[in-house]
């Protein structure tokens, strides 16, 4: 790489080294070949986009299956979307629309990247939170890694090395009435045990929900298990599986 630079100033050469490594990194695509179709990721970017990818097929199948069930001019919300690989794989259905909601910057990066490398059109993403309320709050950091799980939201504690981004909330019941989105078919939601506050905040959106497909972690079924499934319940839901620690994903469906 010095050699590039042996003629230029220090300056030159420190942007010139730079930009061969964007390079490199940039054409460094993991090419995923589905049921639907291509699709590409970036996984020199991240470790977990690289593990994400290596382990497509293996992490989640019932995640796949649940978005090839989607139909033709269905619309999917994507809230927790990290580097977004199901929304990609959710854009290898034209016909549908995808919405994609990510509050960590750094992963909300590697999803428009994404989303750019494969010319996506049918999808749109934003980075933001979505809970109970509408508000300026922070995301804690704890893991300081695009693609990264274990945030919460809340503000560091004195004395912390975690890192907090400072970011906006909204209900999606807002979202919608506000902005005029249009109301999901299907619902995904991962968002590392706040998952009760996502959907105290679309009570009214959950009427016209199909299907939700939610991760629940295990701190949320040890306290939060039978307030979920009531709340659901009064919604019109049922759940596919008896809800346990042996799993992580949930459908519900109506």
Not at 111 to 125: P, V
Request: one cysteine or more.
């Amino acid at each position: 790489i010095n050699i590039f630079g042996v003629l230029q100033s220090k300056r030159q050469r420190q942007r010139t080294i730079s930009r061969l490594v964007e390079k490199l990194t940039k054409d460094d695509l993991a090419v995923i070949e589905t049921p639907l179709g291509v699709m590409k990721v970036n996984k020199s970017r991240s470790p977990h986009v690289a593990s994400a990818a290596y382990h497509f097929f293996k992490d989640e199948p019932e995640t796949l299956a649940w978005i090839e069930a989607m139909k033709p001019e269905d619309t999917f919300y994507d809230v927790g979307a990290a580097s977004g690989i199901y929304s990609l794989y959710a854009c290898l259905k034209p016909k549908i629309k995808v919405f994609s909601f990510e509050p960590n910057a750094l992963s909300f990066g590697l999803l428009i990247e994404n989303i750019k490398t494969n010319n996506f059109k049918n999808i749109r993403a934003y980075c933001l939170a979505l809970s109970d309320v509408n508000k300026p709050t922070y995301l804690a950091m704890e893991n300081f890694s695009a693609g990264a799980g274990g945030n919460s939201l809340r503000q560091v504690d004195v004395g912390s090395n975690d890192f907090q981004q400072p970011i906006l909330t909204y209900t999606l019941d807002h979202l919608i009435s506000e902005f005029d989105f249009p109301k999901p078919n299907h619902v995904k939601i991962d968002v590392d045990g706040l998952e009760p506050l996502v959907l105290k905040g679309a009570a009214s959106t959950m009427r016209n929900v199909e299907t939700l497909l939610i991760e629940i972690e295990k701190e949320v079924l040890s306290s939060h298990k039978k307030e979920l499934v009531n709340f659901l319940k009064l919604l019109n839901f049922h759940c596919e599986d008896e809800i346990n620690d042996k799993k992580r994903n949930y459908i519900f469906r109506k």
